[in-house]
């Protein structure tokens, strides 16, 4: 059975290895979460980033 891909636009990136590791990125997805935006924190292991992103397309 074939995985189907969705479509997501970035918001934000933000290095994995950061001193504070995702804290960034939550706090980044949290804030866009209080304004009505669905966005989640996603690891991608390719260029060792996390990506804030949401289902929705932005304007």
């Not at 933000?14 to 996603?42: D, I, K």
């Amino acid at each position: 059975m074939a995985a189907t891909e969705q479509a997501r636009t970035i918001l934000e990136r933000f290095p994995a290895g950061a001193p504070r590791g995702s804290w960034p990125a939550e706090e980044y997805a949290a804030a866009q979460r209080a304004q009505g935006t669905n966005a989640q924190v996603v690891m991608d292991l390719r260029t060792d980033q996390l990506l804030v992103v949401t289902d929705t397309t932005t304007q």
